[in-house]
């Protein structure tokens, strides 16, 4: 499922598919399960969150009653603090932290995104154990066609990004 509060965005996804073009060529996508109410993600094991930093927080709160046991949150942002704005409101154990490099993605109208390349997601915990989720979430990602890895330290590499895009931005 893809949650979006914007209903144009999802109409368009619904009724054409999404367009993607960019790095890996120029793709429309049809049958993806998408709607504007969170509430049609409950019992989803895997909950990303992929948003502006500033929507983090809204997001985890309208997370916080359908995420227990063993179910994951995976947060990727560029910027420092979206784990610890969701752990607000989710158990740090149930928080993994992914680091795009080499993404670059935008929408660029609803129903149509366009990304630069599509280089590697590095994916590390909150809090740093053994965790036999780690290697299915990293599995997910491999076997949907990305790069994945998983990373012990992965504070490093969220400073390292922090680093290179206070740099080039």
Known sequence: FMVDSWKDHIEVIKTKGLRIHGASGDQVIHNINVSTDINTT????????????????????????????????????????????????????????????????????????????????RIGKMIHSDDSRFSSVVKIWTDSGFQAKAFEDIDRLIWEKFICNVTFS
Do not use: C, W
């Not at 063993?70 to 784990?83: A, F, P, Y």
């Open 42 to 121: 409950k019992n989803s094991d895997l909950y990303i969150i992929a948003t502006k930093t500033s929507h983090v927080e809204l997001v985890a709160s309208q997370l916080q009653s359908f995420v227990e046991g063993d179910n994951i949150v995976l947060t990727i942002q560029n910027g420092l603090g979206s784990s610890d704005l969701i752990a607000k409101y989710i158990n740090r154990n149930n928080i993994f932290i992914g680091v795009a490099e080499g993404f670059g993605a935008s929408v660029i109208a609803p129903g149509t995104v366009h990304h630069n390349a599509m280089k590697l997601i």
